[in-house]
């Protein structure tokens, strides 16, 4: 049984952090990338950051220099940093997982920030 276990979402002031996890289980085969995207209300998904087996990171324009992906390969599992957050980071949070050898993706839960005062 396929899990993306979504943690560490919540309530933050603007200018505070979060720090979110996504470990994956169940999963037969390599993981590349790993990733994070998000969800506001009345948009569309949208990539916030990507990272590889080999630790190369991609990030959208809107949280380059706030936020920070990093990855434990051994245990598949996927950490994002969020520094420095403003109002319109507040979303649904979605860790993906794309599996190598079939090049299917999959999906957490989801988890919810909120970034308000």
């Known amino acids: 049984q396929v899990q993306l276990v979504e943690s560490g979402g919540g309530l933050v002031q603007p200018g505070g952090s979060l720090r979110l996890s996504c470990a994956a289980s169940?999963?037969?085969?390599?993981?590349?990338?790993m990733g994070w995207y998000r969800q506001a209300p009345g948009k569309q998904r949208e990539l916030v950051a990507t990272?590889?087996?080999?630790?190369?990171?991609n990030y959208a324009d809107s949280v380059k220099g706030r936020f920070t992906i990093s990855r434990d390969n051994a245990k598949n599992t996927v950490y994002l940093q969020m520094n420095s957050l403003k109002p319109e980071d507040t979303a649904v949070y979605y860790c993906?997982?794309?599996?190598?050898?079939?090049?299917?993706?999959?999906w957490g839960q989801g988890t919810q920030v909120t970034v308000s005062s």
């Open positions: 993906n997982a794309k599996v190598v050898f079939n090049q299917y993706n999959y």
């Open positions: 169940g999963i037969t085969g390599s993981i590349n990338p």
């Open positions: 990272i590889t087996t080999g630790g190369r990171t």
